[in-house]
Each structure stands twice: as structure tokens, then as C-alpha cells.
């Protein structure tokens, strides 16, 4: 009963569905016929070494992996950026931003 629930919990983990057998297997085990106490004895051990497989697993496969490196940029790089996108906007885009801009009266400002 343990050995399947944990690897339910391992095989869950790594996006392996093995429900259709392994619930099955279970039920016949028999939840039921057990004490809540027995019960949770056996939860705690399948969470134990569940989670030590799991731990194990994972740096094993982050071996195979490559890392994505994170390029951060630079205040500059962003500013540069922003600039080419707005360029290459449309110019009656940029004109009709422009022309609302431009009608709107800023508080407290004369009209000429």
C-alpha cells in the first residue's frame, strides 16, 4: 500500500498519470479495512519518501536541463528599446496620440 502510494505521489510529480492503475490497485488494499490511526501512519511514511524521491529526482534531472539565462538590461538598453518601438509604430498612430495630447487643455492654462 505504501510503496504504491508513493509512487502515485512520485509519478504525479513528474506529470505521470497512473491513476487508472494505481487507484485501483489501492482499492483492493483496502482503506477502508485500516484504523485512522494506521491510516495516518502510512500517509506520513508515503509523505516522507515521497518527498525524499522527489528531492532526489529533481537534482538528477536538473543535470539534464540547460539552464535559461536571465540577460538583464541596462537602464539604457531599455530606454533604446522603448524608442524603436515607438518608431516603428505607425505615423498616424503617433499623430493622432499626438493631436489628442495636443487638445487637451492643461489645468489652469489660457487659452491663446
Known amino acids: 500500500m505504501e510503496a504504491e502510494s508513493t509512487a502515485f505521489v512520485v509519478a504525479n510529480h513528474l506529470n505521470i ?6 487507484i485501483g490497485y489501492l482499492n483492493s488494499w483496502g482503506f477502508d479495512k485500516i ?20 528531492e532526489k529526482i ?19 538598453e531599455r530606454i533604446d528599446k522603448a524608442k524603436t518601438k515607438l518608431s516603428e509604430k505607425k505615423p498616424q498612430e503617433t499623430e493622432l496620440k499626438n493631436d489628442k ?12
Open 17 to 22: 498519470d497512473t491513476k487508472d492503475y494505481s
Open 35 to 54: 484504523s485512522d490511526e494506521q491510516l495516518e501512519n502510512v500517509m506520513k511514511n508515503v509523505q516522507a519518501t515521497a518527498k525524499e524521491l522527489i
Open 58 to 76: 529533481d537534482i538528477e534531472l536538473e543535470k539534464y536541463v540547460a539552464p535559461v539565462p536571465k540577460k538583464s538590461m541596462t537602464m539604457k
Open 101 to 112: 495630447l495636443s487638445n487637451h487643455k492643461i489645468k489652469g492654462e489660457k487659452e491663446l
